[in-house]
Protein backbone atom coordinates (compact mmCIF):
# COMPACT_ATOMS: atom_id res chain seq x y z
CA UNK A 1 0.00 0.00 0.00
CA UNK A 2 1.35 3.70 -0.71
CA UNK A 3 1.35 5.65 1.58
CA UNK A 4 -0.20 8.77 0.38
CA UNK A 5 -3.45 6.23 -0.28
CA UNK A 6 -4.46 6.77 3.21
CA UNK A 7 -7.40 8.68 2.64
CA UNK A 8 -8.42 5.22 1.10
CA UNK A 9 -7.70 3.40 3.54
CA UNK A 10 -7.55 5.04 6.94
CA UNK A 11 -10.02 5.38 9.64
CA UNK A 12 -12.65 8.42 7.91
CA UNK A 13 -12.28 10.80 10.71
CA UNK A 14 -8.19 9.98 11.12
CA UNK A 15 -7.69 10.44 7.60
CA UNK A 16 -9.45 13.94 7.25
CA UNK A 17 -7.58 15.18 10.05
CA UNK A 18 -3.87 13.77 9.30
CA UNK A 19 -5.04 15.47 5.68
CA UNK A 20 -6.63 18.50 6.78
CA UNK A 21 -4.15 19.54 9.71
CA UNK A 22 -0.82 20.41 7.06
CA UNK A 23 -3.19 22.51 4.83
CA UNK A 24 -4.94 24.21 8.46
CA UNK A 25 -1.70 24.91 9.69
CA UNK A 26 -0.09 25.80 6.03
CA UNK A 27 -2.86 28.39 5.41
CA UNK A 28 -2.56 29.89 8.88
CA UNK A 29 1.03 31.01 7.89
CA UNK A 30 -0.42 32.34 4.54
CA UNK A 31 -3.38 34.49 6.68
CA UNK A 32 -0.25 35.92 9.48
CA UNK A 33 2.19 36.85 7.00
CA UNK A 34 -0.71 38.69 5.20
CA UNK A 35 -1.64 39.40 8.53
CA UNK A 36 1.96 40.74 9.15
CA UNK A 37 1.51 43.03 6.29
CA UNK A 38 -1.28 44.63 8.03
CA UNK A 39 0.23 45.45 11.36
CA UNK A 40 3.37 46.62 10.48
CA UNK A 41 1.91 48.56 8.12
CA UNK A 42 -0.68 50.13 10.75
CA UNK A 43 2.10 50.11 13.19
CA UNK A 44 4.91 51.66 11.57
CA UNK A 45 3.00 53.85 8.75
CA UNK A 46 0.03 54.38 10.16
CA UNK A 47 -4.20 53.90 9.89
CA UNK A 48 -4.78 55.67 6.48
CA UNK A 49 -1.59 53.16 5.22
CA UNK A 50 -3.65 50.38 6.86
CA UNK A 51 -6.81 51.91 5.46
CA UNK A 52 -4.80 52.02 1.74
CA UNK A 53 -4.21 48.44 2.07
CA UNK A 54 -7.76 47.15 3.15
CA UNK A 55 -8.99 49.17 0.36
CA UNK A 56 -8.41 46.60 -2.39
CA UNK A 57 -8.48 43.40 -0.09
CA UNK A 58 -11.37 42.02 -1.24
CA UNK A 59 -10.06 42.40 -4.81
CA UNK A 60 -7.06 40.77 -4.01
CA UNK A 61 -8.93 37.90 -2.24
CA UNK A 62 -10.91 37.45 -5.42
CA UNK A 63 -7.73 36.31 -7.36
CA UNK A 64 -6.61 34.29 -4.29
CA UNK A 65 -9.84 32.51 -4.42
CA UNK A 66 -9.87 31.50 -8.25
CA UNK A 67 -6.09 30.01 -8.15
CA UNK A 68 -7.16 27.92 -5.05
CA UNK A 69 -10.82 27.39 -6.58
CA UNK A 70 -8.88 26.77 -9.75
CA UNK A 71 -6.37 24.33 -7.99
CA UNK A 72 -9.08 22.25 -6.36
CA UNK A 73 -11.00 21.97 -8.89
CA UNK A 74 -8.32 20.70 -11.16
CA UNK A 75 -6.66 17.84 -8.03
CA UNK A 76 -10.03 16.69 -8.26
CA UNK A 77 -9.86 14.79 -11.70
CA UNK A 78 -6.03 14.05 -10.34
CA UNK A 79 -7.18 12.68 -7.16
CA UNK A 80 -9.64 10.62 -8.69
CA UNK A 81 -7.21 9.45 -11.65
CA UNK A 82 -4.56 8.93 -8.21
CA UNK A 83 -7.25 6.38 -6.22
CA UNK A 84 -8.07 4.66 -10.03
CA UNK A 85 -4.12 3.85 -10.07
CA UNK A 86 -4.33 5.67 -13.84
CA UNK A 87 -1.00 7.94 -13.27
CA UNK A 88 -0.68 8.70 -17.00
CA UNK A 89 -3.82 10.42 -16.92
CA UNK A 90 -3.10 11.95 -13.43
CA UNK A 91 0.22 13.52 -14.65
CA UNK A 92 -1.24 14.74 -18.01
CA UNK A 93 -4.27 16.66 -15.54
CA UNK A 94 -1.46 18.28 -13.48
CA UNK A 95 0.30 19.59 -16.72
CA UNK A 96 -2.76 20.61 -17.73
CA UNK A 97 -3.71 22.80 -15.51
CA UNK A 98 -0.45 24.27 -14.57
CA UNK A 99 -0.25 25.60 -17.88
CA UNK A 100 -4.03 26.74 -18.42
CA UNK A 101 -3.68 28.86 -15.24
CA UNK A 102 -0.12 30.22 -16.11
CA UNK A 103 -1.80 31.66 -19.15
CA UNK A 104 -4.74 32.81 -16.94
CA UNK A 105 -2.80 34.44 -14.41
CA UNK A 106 -0.34 36.07 -16.71
CA UNK A 107 -3.68 37.54 -19.21
CA UNK A 108 -5.42 38.34 -15.75
CA UNK A 109 -2.25 40.27 -14.47
CA UNK A 110 -1.98 42.61 -17.49
CA UNK A 111 -5.43 43.43 -17.56
CA UNK A 112 -5.74 44.32 -13.44
CA UNK A 113 -2.72 46.96 -13.37
CA UNK A 114 -3.57 48.83 -16.31
CA UNK A 115 -6.89 48.94 -14.86
CA UNK A 116 -6.20 49.82 -11.31
CA UNK A 117 -7.04 53.50 -10.77
CA UNK A 118 -10.19 52.98 -12.65
CA UNK A 119 -11.23 49.35 -10.14
CA UNK A 120 -9.84 51.57 -6.88
CA UNK A 121 -12.35 54.73 -8.33
CA UNK A 122 -14.84 52.40 -8.92
CA UNK A 123 -14.93 51.25 -5.26
CA UNK A 124 -15.48 54.64 -3.82
CA UNK A 125 -11.84 54.45 -2.83
CA UNK A 126 -11.22 57.57 0.02
CA UNK A 127 -9.53 60.83 -1.80
CA UNK A 128 -6.50 60.57 1.12
CA UNK A 129 -5.71 57.05 0.49
CA UNK A 130 -6.53 56.49 -3.03
CA UNK A 131 -2.97 56.86 -4.72
CA UNK A 132 -1.41 54.36 -2.51
CA UNK A 133 -4.10 51.71 -2.66
CA UNK A 134 -3.46 52.37 -6.60
CA UNK A 135 -0.14 51.21 -6.03
CA UNK A 136 -0.26 48.22 -3.69
CA UNK A 137 -2.91 46.87 -6.41
CA UNK A 138 -0.20 47.36 -9.30
CA UNK A 139 2.65 45.33 -6.95
CA UNK A 140 -0.06 42.66 -6.47
CA UNK A 141 -0.99 41.82 -10.37
CA UNK A 142 2.66 42.08 -11.17
CA UNK A 143 3.28 39.07 -8.91
CA UNK A 144 -0.13 37.38 -9.81
CA UNK A 145 1.38 34.41 -11.98
CA UNK A 146 3.92 33.31 -9.11
CA UNK A 147 0.28 33.83 -6.71
CA UNK A 148 -1.36 31.39 -9.33
CA UNK A 149 1.04 28.76 -9.69
CA UNK A 150 1.87 28.78 -6.08
CA UNK A 151 -1.51 27.80 -5.32
CA UNK A 152 -2.46 25.64 -7.86
CA UNK A 153 0.63 23.52 -7.26
CA UNK A 154 -0.22 23.51 -3.54
CA UNK A 155 -3.52 21.74 -5.00
CA UNK A 156 -1.56 19.09 -6.97
CA UNK A 157 0.59 18.42 -3.48
CA UNK A 158 -2.81 17.51 -1.99
CA UNK A 159 -4.41 15.97 -4.54
CA UNK A 160 -1.53 13.71 -4.50
CA UNK A 161 -1.95 13.02 -0.70
CA UNK A 162 1.22 14.98 -0.02
CA UNK A 163 -0.16 18.07 1.83
CA UNK A 164 2.44 18.55 4.01
CA UNK A 165 4.93 19.54 1.70
CA UNK A 166 2.71 22.82 0.50
CA UNK A 167 2.90 23.39 4.49
CA UNK A 168 6.33 23.70 4.78
CA UNK A 169 6.36 25.56 1.49
CA UNK A 170 4.41 28.22 4.06
CA UNK A 171 6.36 28.13 6.46
CA UNK A 172 9.01 29.14 4.88
CA UNK A 173 7.53 32.01 2.60
CA UNK A 174 5.97 33.18 5.43
CA UNK A 175 8.80 34.13 7.29
CA UNK A 176 10.50 35.44 4.53
CA UNK A 177 7.83 37.62 4.41
CA UNK A 178 7.80 39.15 7.52
CA UNK A 179 11.43 39.65 7.20
CA UNK A 180 10.99 41.20 4.01
CA UNK A 181 8.25 43.42 4.97
CA UNK A 182 10.20 44.44 8.37
CA UNK A 183 13.00 45.36 5.92
CA UNK A 184 11.25 47.45 3.25
CA UNK A 185 9.11 49.16 5.56
CA UNK A 186 10.68 49.97 8.47
CA UNK A 187 14.27 50.35 7.02
CA UNK A 188 14.20 51.19 3.24
CA UNK A 189 10.94 53.22 4.03
CA UNK A 190 9.18 52.45 0.74
CA UNK A 191 5.64 52.28 3.12
CA UNK A 192 3.31 51.25 1.38
CA UNK A 193 4.73 49.84 -1.79
CA UNK A 194 7.75 48.19 0.20
CA UNK A 195 4.48 45.39 2.04
CA UNK A 196 3.64 44.11 -1.48
CA UNK A 197 6.92 43.73 -3.06
CA UNK A 198 7.80 41.43 -0.04
CA UNK A 199 4.91 39.41 -0.35
CA UNK A 200 5.59 39.04 -4.31
CA UNK A 201 9.20 37.94 -3.95
CA UNK A 202 8.59 35.96 -1.06
CA UNK A 203 5.71 33.75 -3.04
CA UNK A 204 8.08 34.32 -6.22
CA UNK A 205 10.43 32.07 -4.57
CA UNK A 206 8.30 29.62 -3.17
CA UNK A 207 6.47 28.72 -6.62
CA UNK A 208 9.49 28.15 -8.36
CA UNK A 209 10.68 25.72 -5.16
CA UNK A 210 7.23 24.24 -5.33
CA UNK A 211 7.32 23.37 -9.14
CA UNK A 212 10.73 21.58 -8.80
CA UNK A 213 9.70 19.53 -6.11
CA UNK A 214 6.45 18.56 -7.97
CA UNK A 215 8.57 17.71 -11.31
CA UNK A 216 11.17 15.22 -8.92
CA UNK A 217 7.84 13.83 -6.99
CA UNK A 218 6.13 13.21 -10.15
CA UNK A 219 9.39 11.71 -11.99
CA UNK A 220 8.52 9.23 -9.35
CA UNK A 221 5.60 7.42 -11.32
CA UNK A 222 6.72 5.43 -13.87
CA UNK A 223 3.89 6.05 -16.16
CA UNK A 224 4.78 7.04 -19.96
CA UNK A 225 1.78 7.76 -21.88
CA UNK A 226 1.22 11.40 -20.29
CA UNK A 227 0.37 14.23 -22.47
CA UNK A 228 1.70 17.86 -21.74
CA UNK A 229 -1.88 19.30 -22.70
CA UNK A 230 -5.11 17.34 -22.95
CA UNK A 231 -8.11 18.95 -24.48
CA UNK A 232 -10.46 16.91 -23.16
CA UNK A 233 -8.52 16.88 -19.85
CA UNK A 234 -9.09 20.66 -19.63
CA UNK A 235 -12.60 20.30 -20.16
CA UNK A 236 -13.61 18.10 -17.81
CA UNK A 237 -11.29 20.12 -15.32
CA UNK A 238 -13.18 23.21 -16.37
CA UNK A 239 -16.58 21.58 -15.45
CA UNK A 240 -15.42 21.04 -12.00
CA UNK A 241 -13.21 24.61 -11.45
CA UNK A 242 -15.28 26.84 -12.64
CA UNK A 243 -17.94 26.20 -9.77
CA UNK A 244 -15.12 25.15 -7.35
CA UNK A 245 -13.76 29.00 -8.57
CA UNK A 246 -17.46 30.74 -7.92
CA UNK A 247 -17.27 28.93 -4.14
CA UNK A 248 -13.76 29.88 -3.81
CA UNK A 249 -14.79 33.05 -4.38
CA UNK A 250 -18.42 33.78 -3.02
CA UNK A 251 -17.18 35.49 0.08
CA UNK A 252 -14.55 37.03 -1.58
CA UNK A 253 -16.60 38.58 -4.60
CA UNK A 254 -19.26 39.39 -2.07
CA UNK A 255 -16.69 41.65 -0.23
CA UNK A 256 -15.58 43.20 -3.32
CA UNK A 257 -19.01 44.47 -4.03
CA UNK A 258 -19.57 45.19 -0.21
CA UNK A 259 -15.99 46.95 -0.22
CA UNK A 260 -17.50 49.93 -2.01
CA UNK A 261 -20.45 50.35 0.10
CA UNK A 262 -17.71 49.99 3.33
CA UNK A 263 -15.56 52.63 1.81
CA UNK A 264 -17.92 55.40 1.58
CA UNK A 265 -18.12 55.40 5.14
CA UNK A 266 -14.79 57.28 5.27
CA UNK A 267 -10.99 56.09 5.58
CA UNK A 268 -11.73 55.58 9.69
CA UNK A 269 -13.88 52.95 9.22
CA UNK A 270 -12.50 51.37 6.53
CA UNK A 271 -9.29 50.75 8.37
CA UNK A 272 -11.64 48.85 11.74
CA UNK A 273 -13.23 46.68 8.87
CA UNK A 274 -9.55 46.22 7.09
CA UNK A 275 -8.26 45.15 10.45
CA UNK A 276 -11.62 42.89 11.43
CA UNK A 277 -11.51 41.37 8.04
CA UNK A 278 -7.89 40.30 8.43
CA UNK A 279 -8.41 38.38 11.35
CA UNK A 280 -11.97 36.71 10.20
CA UNK A 281 -9.61 35.70 7.01
CA UNK A 282 -7.48 33.91 10.04
CA UNK A 283 -10.02 32.39 11.51
CA UNK A 284 -11.92 30.68 8.56
CA UNK A 285 -9.18 28.46 7.32
CA UNK A 286 -9.75 25.25 9.67
CA UNK A 287 -13.47 25.41 8.13
CA UNK A 288 -11.55 26.19 4.99
CA UNK A 289 -8.71 23.46 5.32
CA UNK A 290 -11.90 20.93 6.38
CA UNK A 291 -13.56 21.48 3.11
CA UNK A 292 -10.79 21.06 0.50
CA UNK A 293 -10.06 17.95 2.81
CA UNK A 294 -13.44 16.39 2.39
CA UNK A 295 -13.08 17.54 -1.30
CA UNK A 296 -9.68 15.45 -1.91
CA UNK A 297 -10.96 12.65 0.51
CA UNK A 298 -14.43 12.36 -1.87
CA UNK A 299 -12.60 12.18 -4.60
CA UNK A 300 -10.07 9.64 -3.86
CA UNK A 301 -13.09 7.76 -2.04
CA UNK A 302 -15.21 7.65 -5.25
CA UNK A 303 -12.07 6.99 -7.30
CA UNK A 304 -11.76 4.00 -5.60
CA UNK A 305 -15.72 2.61 -5.18
CA UNK A 306 -15.84 3.32 -1.96
CA UNK A 307 -19.28 5.89 -1.29
CA UNK A 308 -19.85 4.42 2.22
CA UNK A 309 -16.52 6.05 2.95
CA UNK A 310 -17.58 9.23 1.85
CA UNK A 311 -20.69 9.56 3.78
CA UNK A 312 -18.82 8.27 7.34
CA UNK A 313 -16.31 11.21 6.83
CA UNK A 314 -18.92 13.34 6.17
CA UNK A 315 -20.47 12.80 9.66
CA UNK A 316 -17.27 12.64 11.05
CA UNK A 317 -16.43 16.49 9.90
CA UNK A 318 -19.77 17.48 11.81
CA UNK A 319 -17.74 17.06 15.19
CA UNK A 320 -14.37 18.28 13.80
CA UNK A 321 -16.37 21.84 12.66
CA UNK A 322 -17.96 21.97 15.97
CA UNK A 323 -15.06 21.79 18.13
CA UNK A 324 -13.27 24.54 15.94
CA UNK A 325 -16.04 26.66 15.85
CA UNK A 326 -16.18 26.68 20.41
CA UNK A 327 -12.30 27.21 19.74
CA UNK A 328 -12.80 30.05 17.19
CA UNK A 329 -15.43 31.82 19.42
CA UNK A 330 -14.13 32.10 22.77
CA UNK A 331 -11.17 34.52 21.81
CA UNK A 332 -13.45 36.56 19.21
CA UNK A 333 -15.98 37.04 22.44
CA UNK A 334 -13.04 38.30 25.18
CA UNK A 335 -10.04 39.54 23.16
CA UNK A 336 -11.63 41.66 20.36
CA UNK A 337 -10.46 44.81 21.94
CA UNK A 338 -7.02 43.80 21.95
CA UNK A 339 -7.27 41.72 18.54
CA UNK A 340 -7.89 45.33 16.72
CA UNK A 341 -5.31 47.17 18.73
CA UNK A 342 -2.61 44.67 16.78
CA UNK A 343 -3.17 46.62 13.96
CA UNK A 344 -4.50 50.47 14.68
CA UNK A 345 -2.55 50.52 18.28
CA UNK A 346 -3.21 52.64 20.86
CA UNK A 347 -3.46 55.74 19.09
CA UNK A 348 -6.44 54.45 16.85
CA UNK A 349 -9.76 56.29 16.11
CA UNK A 350 -12.50 55.95 17.97
CA UNK A 351 -14.72 55.01 14.57
CA UNK A 352 -11.68 52.64 13.69
CA UNK A 353 -12.29 50.31 16.88
CA UNK A 354 -15.71 50.50 17.25
CA UNK A 355 -16.13 48.76 14.14
CA UNK A 356 -13.84 46.64 13.99
CA UNK A 357 -14.96 45.47 17.49
CA UNK A 358 -18.35 45.25 16.49
CA UNK A 359 -17.59 43.10 13.50
CA UNK A 360 -15.63 40.47 15.74
CA UNK A 361 -18.04 40.54 18.67
CA UNK A 362 -20.95 39.40 16.50
CA UNK A 363 -19.24 36.99 13.97
CA UNK A 364 -18.11 35.18 16.73
CA UNK A 365 -21.29 33.01 17.38
CA UNK A 366 -21.83 32.16 13.69
CA UNK A 367 -18.61 30.58 12.30
CA UNK A 368 -20.17 27.13 12.76
CA UNK A 369 -22.62 28.31 9.65
CA UNK A 370 -19.32 28.76 7.41
CA UNK A 371 -17.65 25.00 8.66
CA UNK A 372 -21.12 23.33 7.93
CA UNK A 373 -21.47 25.02 4.69
CA UNK A 374 -17.80 24.24 3.69
CA UNK A 375 -17.32 20.13 4.19
CA UNK A 376 -21.27 20.01 2.49
CA UNK A 377 -19.57 22.10 -0.55
CA UNK A 378 -16.50 19.92 -0.82
CA UNK A 379 -18.24 16.81 -0.47
CA UNK A 380 -20.66 17.61 -3.68
CA UNK A 381 -17.21 19.10 -5.47
CA UNK A 382 -15.23 16.57 -5.35
CA UNK A 383 -18.46 14.08 -6.13
CA UNK A 384 -18.53 16.53 -9.40
CA UNK A 385 -22.01 17.16 -8.11
CA UNK A 386 -21.91 21.30 -9.76
CA UNK A 387 -25.34 22.31 -10.25
CA UNK A 388 -27.19 22.66 -6.81
CA UNK A 389 -23.50 23.26 -5.46
CA UNK A 390 -23.14 26.57 -7.52
CA UNK A 391 -26.65 27.87 -6.68
CA UNK A 392 -26.18 27.53 -3.13
CA UNK A 393 -23.12 29.62 -3.45
CA UNK A 394 -25.19 32.48 -5.26
CA UNK A 395 -27.52 32.59 -2.95
CA UNK A 396 -25.15 33.45 -0.32
CA UNK A 397 -23.23 35.83 -2.29
CA UNK A 398 -26.50 37.91 -3.22
CA UNK A 399 -28.18 37.98 0.18
CA UNK A 400 -24.55 39.51 1.49
CA UNK A 401 -24.45 42.10 -1.40
CA UNK A 402 -28.33 43.19 -1.41
CA UNK A 403 -28.33 43.57 2.40
CA UNK A 404 -25.49 45.30 2.17
CA UNK A 405 -26.48 48.03 -0.36
CA UNK A 406 -30.12 48.29 0.71
CA UNK A 407 -29.77 48.49 4.33
CA UNK A 408 -26.03 49.90 5.52
CA UNK A 409 -26.83 53.32 4.23
CA UNK A 410 -29.85 53.83 6.38
CA UNK A 411 -28.88 51.75 9.44
CA UNK A 412 -25.27 51.86 9.58
CA UNK A 413 -21.99 49.92 8.71
CA UNK A 414 -23.34 47.06 11.11
CA UNK A 415 -25.84 46.12 8.23
CA UNK A 416 -22.82 44.74 6.25
CA UNK A 417 -22.00 41.77 8.78
CA UNK A 418 -25.19 40.99 10.09
CA UNK A 419 -25.89 39.59 6.58
CA UNK A 420 -22.79 36.75 6.55
CA UNK A 421 -24.56 34.44 8.94
CA UNK A 422 -27.45 34.08 6.73
CA UNK A 423 -25.79 33.98 3.22
CA UNK A 424 -23.80 31.20 5.11
CA UNK A 425 -26.74 28.99 6.49
CA UNK A 426 -28.99 29.24 3.25
CA UNK A 427 -25.92 27.96 1.51
CA UNK A 428 -25.60 25.28 3.88
CA UNK A 429 -29.22 24.44 3.48
CA UNK A 430 -29.47 24.09 0.16
CA UNK A 431 -26.05 22.62 -0.15
CA UNK A 432 -27.03 19.78 2.63
CA UNK A 433 -31.08 19.32 0.59
CA UNK A 434 -28.56 18.06 -2.29
CA UNK A 435 -26.22 15.77 -0.53
CA UNK A 436 -29.29 14.41 1.49
CA UNK A 437 -31.32 13.39 -2.01
CA UNK A 438 -28.11 11.12 -2.88
CA UNK A 439 -28.14 12.64 -6.56
CA UNK A 440 -23.48 13.00 -5.71
CA UNK A 441 -23.62 9.77 -5.62
CA UNK A 442 -24.49 8.87 -9.17
CA UNK A 443 -22.40 11.27 -10.54
CA UNK A 444 -19.01 10.91 -12.76
CA UNK A 445 -16.37 12.94 -14.10
Do not use: C
Not at 17 to 22: G, S, V
Not at 111 to 132: C, E, K, R, V, W
Not at 334 to 351: C, H, Q, V, Y
Not at 388 to 417: E, H, K
Request: a neutral charge.
Amino acid sequence: MIDSEYLIHKRPVNALIIFALPMMLGNLFQQFYTMADSVIVGRFIGEKALAAVGASYALTTVFISIAIGGGIGASVVASRAFGARRYGVMKSAISTSLIAFLVLSIVLGIFGYILSPAIMSALNTPDDILQDSITYLRIYFLGLPFLFMYNVLASMFNALGKSRIPLFLLIFSSVLNVFLDIFMVTTLKMGVAGAAWATLIAQGISAVISFSILMKTLSEFDEKNEKLWSADLMKTISLIALPSILQQSTVSIGMMLVQSVVNSFGSEVLAGFSAAMRIESIVVVPMSAMGNAMSSYTAQNIGADKTDRVIRGYHASYLIIAVLALLIMLPLETADEWLIKLFIGNEGTADAMATGTGYLSFMGWFFAFIGFKMITDGLLRGAGDMTMFTIANLVNLSIRVIVAFVFAPVYGIAMVWVAVPIGWAANWLISGIEYISGRWKTKRT
